[in-house]
């Protein structure tokens, strides 16, 4: 099922046409519209007439999360406050936040964006979702919510946290549709199932996770738990929110909604561009959005871009599923290990829950890493053999995984925190002395 099928299933060199045209227009609104912009390309040497074809992409400069906080808060902005219709913000936790504000016409697309999405997972008009992200500044509750209700489903904006009332919810109003973050999702199959009332009674039937990486592993326990077709979609608020990619459902990566987006894979070391089919961090151009353009925005994310044909008809790129972010990269004695790696080996293994921290020191002048599990049940912290077993399964699990020795610490059932947004699974305590 397509939302927009011109469009999405738009032959490849058409596509490219046109994303060239958008590119060109788009270089010339910065120019115009963002002094900043003005100023940078200025110095670059770009204008939109010297872009001739896509690859010129590359002569244009990056664009960091730095350069909009340094503009805080509307010094980025194309267009002038009486046509700005909403604002956003990013949800880091450090500093200024970065604001970003949506024209009518910015949303009206990203409404189209998600429901692509929505469609391509195989939401219809019958659907009930409930919204459990927290409803504010972040885009994920807000995007989602105008998605779905474009496509006709109905949207109950729970937000988050009570996951009693959202397990009610779910259970009373009949909700087959699910928006939340992965952990969130599993947290509350977690609660559901210790609630007592028969898993047969929740009717949900499809999660739309985002927000943040979901590993296969752990997205079959979702699946597991619920009963529902899972798929991922990605996005971030300087370049829109959800939306900027979504599985089909096929799940082979992310369809990329190329006539709004541009995305690119540089060498995060050299800024170079990689050749297609390279994994390296993303970066992506905005090629309609008028509240806040972004030019070659480095996302930080890490993935790979798949031009192949899909089965589903869509031609626009796929994004793989993120592998994890370059500030998320932790490197240990040398050996750069990603969160999602580690989830890989550990979900699905028995006696241990899909819940998991990581706690990197410096002893000694070396790194060290311990990957803290959690045991699904009691029973086994009182026989001591089989906890020194299950213990030494993980340490060569992960050694062969990761190449490198980690200190395997087993804690008790639901002593993990669990979160309600996006979870946070990394404690670096290297600069601290520890
Ligand atoms: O998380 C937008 C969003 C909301 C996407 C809801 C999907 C669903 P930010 O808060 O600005 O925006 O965070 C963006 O989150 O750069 C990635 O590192 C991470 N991220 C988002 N989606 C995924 C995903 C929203 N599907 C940052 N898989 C991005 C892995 C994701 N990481």
């Known amino acids: 099922m397509f939302w927009q ?6 032959p490849r060199a058409r596509l490219e046409e046109l994303q060239l045209e958008r590119l060109r227009a788009m270089v010339d609104y910065a120019t115009r519209n963002v002094p900043f912009y003005a100023k940078r390309l200025g110095e670059a040497g770009v204008t939109a007439e010297k872009i001739k074809c896509l690859s010129d992409l590359q002569y244009i400069p990056f664009t960091t999360k730095d350069d909009i906080r340094d503009n805080y808060p509307f010094g980025l902005f194309g267009a002038p406050m009486e046509r700005i219709v909403r604002l956003h913000a990013s949800s880091g936790t450090t500093g ?5 504000g949506y024209t009518k016409n910015d949303l009206n697309n990203w409404s189209d964006q998600v429901a692509r999405i929505a469609v391509a997972a195989g939401v219809t008009e019958k659907d009930i979702f409930q919204i459990s992200f927290g409803y504010g500044l972040f885009t994920g509750a807000l995007g989602l919510h105008y998605g779905l209700e474009k496509i006709g489903a109905t949207v109950i904006p729970a937000s988050s946290g009570n996951t009693e009332k959202q397990l009610m919810l779910l259970r009373d109003c009949g909700v087959t549709g699910l928006v939340s973050t992965p952990s969130y999702a599993l947290y509350m199959g977690e609660c559901a199932r210790e609630a007592g009332y028969p898993m047969q009674e929740y009717k949900l039937r499809i999660g739309l996770f985002g927000s943040e990486g979901c590993t296969p592993e752990m997205r079959a326990q979702i699946e597991g738990v619920w009963g529902l077709f899972a798929t991922d979609n990605y996005g971030l608020s300087e370049i829109m929110g959800p939306g900027v990619s979504g599985e089909c459902e096929h799940r082979c990566g992310l369809h990329f909604a190329e006539d709004h987006f541009l995305p690119e894979i540089i060498d995060p070391a050299t800024l170079q561009p990689l050749p297609a089919g390279e994994t390296g961090e993303l970066v992506i151009t905005t090629l309609t959005k008028e509240g806040i353009p972004m030019l070659r925005y480095r996302t930080k994310d890490i993935s790979r871009l798949n031009y192949e044909p899909c089965a589903c008809g869509r031609t626009h790129v796929r994004m793989d599923k993120v592998k994890g972010r370059t500030d998320d990269m932790l490197k240990i ?7 999602s790696q580690i989830e890989s080996a550990l979900v699905g ?7 998991y921290l990581l706690v990197v020191r410096r002893e000694n002048y070396a790194d060290t890493l311990e990957v803290q599990v959690e045991l699904t049940g009691a029973e086994l912290l009182e026989k001591y053999s089989e906890l020194e077993k299950l213990q030494q399964k993980i340490r060569e699990k992960l050694k062969s995984v990761l190449g490198l020795q980690c200190k395997i610490t087993l804690v008790e059932p639901k002593t993990i925190e669990r979160f309600q947004g996006k979870a946070k699974r990394i404690v670096d305590l290297r600069g601290e002395g520890k």
């Open 5 to 10: 099928k011109d469009i999405e299933t738009m």
């Open 96 to 100: 200024k936040p970065t604001v970003v």
């Open 333 to 339: 004695r040398g050996v750069n290990v990603f969160p």
């Open 349 to 355: 293994m028995e006696h241990i829950g899909p819940h």
